[in-house]
């Protein structure tokens, strides 16, 4: 965090100035930035007059949360930094949230914010966040954003700008504020100021002792598990891993925003662990000797709140853990061996190490898995058939499979549909799943599917949200249209916040504060026509059998669609614990 030290002016007279706007935009295009997601004020159209006199394309949001999730799901689906433009005060307090969720699941963004201009600092203009420090805005992100950076004089932009840049994407990746004092755009620059390129950054990757180790210890485990994470994801090391589990016959289970990490279908997948898992993962790795965990936090929810009873118990189990972060590593459970790496290139090295190196026989661990995955599928697979109505969510499911093409993208929002998607819904093409996991946060999935089909336009791109979830911003179907982004939302439709009123119904008795009610009645919001009124296609299912013929046509329409799904408020199976469970207490 801070305001970095200056960078020397240099002598103004002897180049040729212009203004910086025009010169940060052109840089942003040389970087490779080709779409910025935000919202105009008057602290911003300065340089908003510079980008659309660019290549780079701006997708104006109706609120910049929106903006916020969209370039933080561009970012899950191209592998580049999300790029958010706002306006300062309430423009950057909107996007505080998206921006917070790509933090918490350390994706790339550069957040580019106008603030009040610098000669008016001390004096309260309009606008201005200064209740403790004059021109303070910027520490608003502080406790989220890799770095926050004001930039005090033009002349620091340049610098400053390529710092984001770097730091968004190196080590474990997230957020980087750029908070720009309006006049800082309109000031001159000499014509060259921007020439400094990120640079290019090697990876870390594991030494040859440590590879040898763990790779001996994965062989001689009697039953080892590799535990993969988001980090597996993201540094798209999907290939590595199953190379490293076939080659010493180890199954792999994995976090929610591990989904993805094999196809679901390989032998030695045993699925999410945790609170919303499959038992089979859950009890693998409970009873495993030896743990091997990569790119992931070991974060709460995956972890059954760490109680040994259901997902982890370490020890007795060993744990290794790889991870980007070395703060990652040794938080939650005592670890025999950390190691700061790249989860490509740390796969890479353990996959090349154990080919055809032998290992303990595994005995009947394969019909183990079938057996496990199988039994658990009992509970819901005759659901994926139900012709109830209103729907049954898993047939919701089982219709989106059979019409989204495996490469086509899958984005969920907070409810059943991340935790059913997560625990039930079969992934065959790494980094289809696109889900909010650390913030978790409800309104993500609606506008985060906006940026994944920038990224990715000649994909499906389909958001699978709740009702509540879709409410919280149903500006963007305005942005869709203007944009021209053709996703589909599909909106389990419970006539309320689903989860929550489960879980207060469960421990309480009843759901008050989480269903939507008018008048004593079920309030239901028709958002099939609310689509149709911004110029959208809006279509509501009036039988379980329209749902697929919906959802194909709305896959190949080419135009922004809305599928609104009445669906029972049932709850997702929970295999593991969360320690909310224990905490609740009735009174009279
Ligand atoms: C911004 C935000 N507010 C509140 C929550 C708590 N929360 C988690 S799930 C949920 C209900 C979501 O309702 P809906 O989108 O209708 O999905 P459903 O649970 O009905 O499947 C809420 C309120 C949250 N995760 N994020």
């Known amino acids: 965090m801070s305001t970095v030290v200056s960078t020397p002016a240099p002598p103004a007279a002897s180049t040729e100035t212009r203004i910086a706007s025009y010169l940060l935009a052109e840089y942003l295009e040389r970087i490779g930035v080709d779409v910025i997601f935000g919202l105009c004020g008057h602290t911003n159209i300065a340089f ?58 350390s994706m790339p963004m550069v957040v580019i914010a106008g603030d009040i201009p610098s000669h008016f600092y001390g004096r309260h203009p309009h606008q201005e966040v200064n209740l403790h420090q004059d021109a303070d805005q910027f520490q608003i992100y502080r406790p989220f954003c890799k770095r926050v950076y004001c930039v005090d004089r033009v002349h620091d932009l340049p610098r400053i700008v390529e710092r984001a840049f770097h730091l968004a994407q190196t080590g474990r990746p997230g957020p980087v504020l750029v908070d720009v004092p ?30 040898k180790y763990i790779v001996q210890a994965l062989a001689e485990a009697e039953r080892p598990v590799l535990y993969a994470g988001g980090g597996v994801l993201s540094a798209q090391a999907t290939a590595q891993l199953a190379a490293l589990a076939e080659a010493l016959e180890v199954p792999v289970a994995h976090t929610l925003m591990g989904k993805g990490c094999l196809r679901e279908d390989h ?192 994909r499906a791109a389909i958001a699978l949200v709740g009702d509540g979830g879709f409410s919280t911003n149903p500006a963007v179907m305005a942005t869709a249209m203007e944009s021209d982004i053709p996703v589909v939302w599909v909106v389990m439709d419970n006539a309320g916040f689903g989860t929550i009123a489960g879980l207060e119904s469960a421990h309480y008795g009843w759901s008050f504060g989480c269903m939507f009610e008018c008048g004593g009645k079920p309030y239901r919001i028709d958002y099939a026509a609310m689509a149709r009124a911004c110029g959208a296609r809006g279509v509501m299912i009036e039988t379980a059998n329209e749902l697929g013929p919906a959802l194909r046509e709305a896959v190949v329409s080419n135009a922004p669609t809305l599928i609104q799904v009445p669906m029972e408020n049932a709850p997702t199976p929970t295999p593991g614990h969360w320690n909310i469970n224990d905490i609740y207490r009735k009174g009279e």
Not at 64 to 76: L, M, S, T, V
Not at 79 to 89: I, N
Not at 369 to 384: E, K, L, S, V, Y
Request: hydrophobic share 45%.
């Open 182 to 211: 309006m006049d800082i755009f309109s000031a001159d620059l000499p014509a060259t100021a921007f020439s400094q390129m990120p640079a290019p950054v090697a990876k870390p990757a594991l030494d040859p002792g440590t590879v």
């Open 267 to 458: 032998p030695l997948l045993l699925g999410m662990t945790g609170f919303w898992g499959t038992p089979i993962a859950n009890e693998k790795c409970r009873t495993a000797d030896l743990i091997v965990a990569v790119g992931t936090r070991l974060a709460e929810a995956n972890s059954s709140s760490w109680d040994p009873r259901f997902t982890f118990s370490i020890p007795p189990t060993r744990l290794i853990h790889i991870d980007a972060d070395a703060a990652e590593i040794g938080r939650n459970y005592p670890t025999e061996l950390g190691a700061v790496a790249d989860a490509k290139a740390a796969l890479a090295a353990l996959a090349a190490g154990a080919a055809g190196r032998p290992h303990r026989d595994r005995g009947r661990l394969r019909d183990d898995i079938a057996r496990g995955r199988t039994a658990f599928a009992a509970n819901w697979d005759h659901q994926w058939t139900s012709d109830q109505y209103p729907l049954r969510p898993e047939r919701i499911l089982s219709e989106l499979r059979r019409a989204v093409p495996p490469d086509g993208f899958i984005v969920t929002d907070v409810g059943w549909n991340k935790n059913g998607v997560g625990q039930q819904f079969p992934i065959t093409v790494p980094g289809t799943f696109v889900t909010p996991s650390g913030l978790a946060t409800m309104g993500f999935g609606a506008a985060a599917v906006l940026g994944v089909k920038v990224a990715q336009p000649d």
């Open 48 to 105: 908003l007059d510079a980008l659309g006199k660019s290549r780079i394309r701006f997708v104006s949001t109706r609120h910049e949360q929106i903006a916020a999730h969209a370039a933080d799901g561009y970012a899950r689906a191209s592998g580049k930094p999300g790029v958010v433009l706002t306006h300062l005060g309430p423009g950057l307090t909107n996007a505080t949230t998206g921006v917070a969720n790509a933090a918490l699941d």
